[in-house]
């Protein structure tokens, strides 16, 4: 689907400019910022306009590619399709993004409405967008016209809170990643804070529950390392299923980008364009931190907060928030909150209060997510990266001039290495203040490195690149606070293993079914099961599924016994352990392979083969019978059956070192484990002088169950067999399902 640039001096020529790009990253208006608004009409004379400019073309998988003869006309068609395919989704969104919603769910979300509010207050968002660059308000103006012109042409659809969308919304949800940093924050304490009582930790939110590691696979493979001289780019992002919508936009103007939008955003967050791909993976860095504050009460009865030689007086706010009551209406109830220059209480301890800072970047966040799918190499990328950001992704790079980057988050304060950021520092001393941000140079990355390959697994970037890698004595330790996982060096291991990459064997490397944690966990089973006794129970009751461990190659498959056998006693193992790593402060997969007794390794596996024989009647159970594919229905929340269709799995969590993430349970009701997370949005992307892409999205492209689209791709996705992508005018010939305008 390519086009021809327009010739005039348009929004994207003037920003996109080295100049124009600089300018904005140094937070200098650019011409653009200047540029009068295009006149306002009346809003059905501007819809109508919009959906006269926008062709969606729906190929043979329901993948929309939009087309637009402006920028805006291409938002306005972006956001009608993906309203087309899950409005759902999208109004969900932003009722998290805006607080808003205990109006749907009510009373039990009100601590996360809070939460939100206290960092993102809708009034100050509206300001912010009259003080956006007129080429931005466009867009966001577009982007509210395409999803209210979709509700106006499709009356049968109900929302349960936002019938109308303003253009100052998308500030409030203006980076695609899965969560947030606001999302650090511990609704239990802030529920006890604010509401005046004892609210225990949950076991999820103290690091016991077994949960599914969140996050993402980033690879970018250079030329040298290349069977055919181009570059190469995995997108591998683990998150939520159907999270996001695999969208193809292009405008007159310049914009042709392609890959996974979150649902209600108008950027692609995980893909490429013709000349530039990225993929962001969720980040260890650390860049949310907590300060202490000493509150004392004046004579005048002000609440102050001690900062060096002063008091200053506590920020006091109001905060009203609705709520949906049992009985179908809506209630209210009010919030006084406070703030510091750190940011806003959020918690008690040891009775000083806690600030909680965090980037609150807005209108920067929105102009770097969209920008970013408009460069055209490296350095444009990197100008772009100037704006400072993003704060939660590390980024893998590949062009079609064959360089490759890895990019920690661009929004890393500067502070001061003597104090522990991990954990609350006293603010009442300004040493521990943060002094501006790193610049670019000064954090760890890699570019170009020589030995042809980086990426990252949400580990640490000390090994992104091989022995090309950064040196964490290099850098303040708040660069990383995470450190290995067992993605990373099976990362390594496949990367390593040759030279000659191409885009199927990329793609193989990405499914490569080695289980990292279970080849370190393993032996020391093995040894724990040999010191025993000859006359001690577990000697016999344990003999087969250890001799079967024993003889593993550590991989997993649909019909191995071994992965199911594994698995379970991993799971079983964390459960006994994971308590005594966070005393210990360490990971559990490092407490498991070196601390665990031999009694807990043993006693875990006698837990798990019971566990296997009471539910599937045997602990000889194959992978494929137990994990399982299965989508019901639209809902976000699925209610999983085993008398209903499901379709195996053969990969694994990520939690074990599989690169192919698949994280499923058992739920209530069932003995077979379903799958939530983790492979979502999969793709790989080879620069060449015409660029080729792969891909598959978990299920399909509509969340209608009506659809063909609903579940089509649902037998790929578990195979790992991505399909074709439609980049070219050429490539959608005889491919093509329908092609219509919006509202028709």
Known sequence: MGHVRKTGVSRRRVLGTAAGLAAAAAGVPSAAAFAAPPQTLPEEARWNRHAAHVTITRDDWGVPHIVGKTDADAVFGMMYAQAEDDFNRIEQNYLVALGRLAEAEGKSAIWQDLRQRLFLDPEALKKDYAKCPAWLRTLMQAWADGLNYYLATHPEVRPRVLDRFEPWMPLSFSEGSIGGDIESVLLTQLEAFYDKRDVPLTDEERGLVLREPTGSNGFAVAPSHTRDGHALLLINPHTSFFFRSEQHVTSGEGLNVYGAATWGQFFIYQ??????????????????????????????????????????????????????????????????????????????????????????????????????????????????????????????????????????????????????????????????????????????????????????????????????????????????????????????????????????????????????????????????????????????????????????????????????????????????????????????????????????????????????????????????????????????????????????????????????????????GTKRYYGTSGNSFVAVVEFGPRLRAWAVTAGGASGHPDSPHFDDQAERYAKGDLRPVYFYADDLKGHIERRYRPGK
């Not at 006091?316 to 179908?328: A, P, Q």
């Not at 209480?345 to 997510?369: D, F, T």
């Not at 580990?459 to 090309?468: E, F, L």
């Not at 006994?576 to 007794?597: C, I, K, P």
């Open 271 to 668: 893909g490429f364009n013709a000349h530039t791909g990225w993929m962001h993976t969720t980040s260890g860095v650390d860049n949310i931190d907590e300060f202490t504050e000493t509150v004392v009460t004046g004579a005048d009865g002000i609440r102050y907060y001690r900062y060096g030689d002063e008091l200053r007086p506590v920020t006091t706010t109001t905060i009203t928030l609705s709520f949906r009551t049992e009985e179908g209406g809506q209630d209210k109830r009010s919030f006084t909150t406070f703030a510091t220059h750190h940011g806003p209480i959020v918690r008690e301890a040891n009775g000083k209060w806690i600030a909680c800072a965090l980037m609150n970047k807005p209108v920067e966040a929105l102009k770097q997510s969209f920008l970013r799918t408009t460069t055209g190499n490296y350095a444009d990328y990197l100008r772009v990266a100037g704006l400072k950001a993003n704060s939660s992704n590390n980024t893998l790079f590949a062009d079609s001039k064959g360089e490759i980057a890895f990019l920690m988050p661009q929004f890393m304060p500067v502070r001061d290495d003597r104090f522990d950021y991990r954990r609350p520092v006293d603010g009442s001393d300004p040493a521990t203040d943060w002094h501006g941000l790193h610049s670019l140079d000064s954090m760890p990355h890699v570019v170009n490195p020589k030995n042809g390959w980086a990426f990252n697994t949400n580990n640490w970037p000390w090994t992104a690149a091989g022995a090309d890698s950064p040196k964490a004595a290099d850098y303040p330790r708040y660069f990383d606070r995470v450190g290995e996982n067992p993605r990373g060096p099976q990362a390594e291991r496949v990367l390593s293993a040759r030279d000659d990459f191409t885009p199927q064997t990329l793609i193989e490397a990405a499914f490569d079914p080695y289980l990292t944690a279970f080849a370190r966990l393993t032996p020391g089973l093995v040894a724990a099961w040999n010191q025993l006794p000859k006359d001690n129970g577990q000697k016999a009751t344990l003999a087969g599924p250890v001799g079967l461990l024993r003889d593993w190659d550590h991989r997993w498959a649909a019909e191995s016994t071994a992965t199911s056998v594994a698995v379970f006693w991993g799971e079983d193992l964390w459960a006994l352990t994971a308590q005594a790593a966070a005393d210990a402060g360490m990971s559990v997969w490092d407490y498991m392979a070196d601390r665990a007794s031999d009694a807990q390794r043993l006693d875990a596996l006698e837990t798990a083969t019971r566990r296997l024989a009471r539910d599937f009647g045997s602990w000889k159970v194959p992978w494929g019978d137990i994990n399982r594919y299965q989508r019901n229905n639209g809902a976000i929340v699925q209610q999983f059956s085993d008398a209903k269709p499901s379709i195996p799995v053969p990969f694994a969590s990520s939690r074990w070192g599989s690169l192919a993430s698949f994280g499923a349970k058992a739920y209530p």
